[in-house]
């Protein structure tokens, strides 16, 4: 039985409910792991619902899909669920419903979870063949809403994936001396984990599928009004692993240390010289 149920598939709603108190049960749990506050959670949601999300997965990408292709992050593509049809668009507004909320906020203890209606680096998630992607800390500010990232939710679609099929969540200690846990993408399990600077994650060992087939995911970032002013903005961090073949992102080290350091007028006109 799924730990979270979808009333109706053609709708994607949950009851709100059932919602009320979920999620209270695995608080301690969440709060005391290891490297950092996070839970997986496996037969997470009604699998006729999330059958209908591979159904209709996109074929190509959308008028607000990214693609990346660097040493970071390999033939990884993501899919904005507005351009999805009625049924999956409906899930995935559902996941920022209240109902959902009361449910993050019982598993977590943050209160004030703010969803994200713009779905930014949200939505589907799809690495290809032979891609990857490497181990970072997440952006930690949402500029259009002006507040602070703090949870984010995956929900893998990958019926039979195994562990040699690489594309494994690796969850790291905040010195990058160690992988403290492995979580194989596997169809229909959930991780929730909090975001900060220390929160080093990431699928760094290349997608190898014998059929070829991709690891696909859903991704969705949670926030709260707690942003302080004097903050520094961040975007993706990645981590080199200790004796690995990992390529240090030269041009966002460049980039903020520039930003650290330099007057903002001339940060910005560096900014717009560089577009």
Request: glycine content about 6%.
């Amino acid at each position: 039985m799924a730990y979270i149920n979808v009333l109706n598939p053609d709708f994607g709603h949950f009851d709100a409910a059932a919602m009320k108190d979920k999620g209270a049960e695995l608080r301690e749990q969440y709060q005391s792991a290891e490297p950092f506050p996070h839970i997986v959670i496996d037969d997470f949601c009604s699998p006729e619902m999330l059958e209908r999300c591979l159904e209709y997965f996109p074929a190509a990408p959308d008028p607000d899909s990214r693609s990346y292709e660097r040493h970071q992050e390999r033939y990884k593509t993501s899919y904005n669920p507005d351009h999805l049809p009625d049924q999956l668009r409906s899930f995935f507004y559902s996941m920022n419903s209240r109902p959902f909320i009361v449910f993050l906020e019982n598993l977590t203890g943050i209160k004030g979870l703010i969803p994200d209606p713009f779905f930014l680096g949200g939505g589907f998630h799809q690495t290809s063949q032979g891609g990857h992607l490497d181990v970072h800390a997440d952006f930690n500010f949402h500029k259009p809403l002006g507040i602070e990232r703090r949870l984010n939710l995956l929900i893998y679609l990958n019926h039979g994936w195994k562990e040699e099929f690489g594309g494994a969540l690796e969850l790291w200690d905040p010195d990058m001396t160690q992988c403290i846990e492995k979580v194989a993408p596997v169809f229909n399990r959930c991780v929730v984990f909090s975001t900060s600077g220390a929160s080093n994650h990431g699928h760094p060992a290349p997608v190898n599928h014998p059929d070829g087939n991709p690891r696909r995911s859903i991704a969705l970032y949670y926030y709260t009004a707690t942003w302080d002013p004097s903050s520094v903005k961040r975007t993706t961090q990645f981590r080199r692993r200790p004796q690995s073949e990992d390529v240090t992102d030269w041009r966002i080290k460049f980039e903020q240390t520039a930003e650290d350091f330099l007057p903002p007028v001339i940060w910005r006109k560096i900014q717009r010289f560089v577009r």
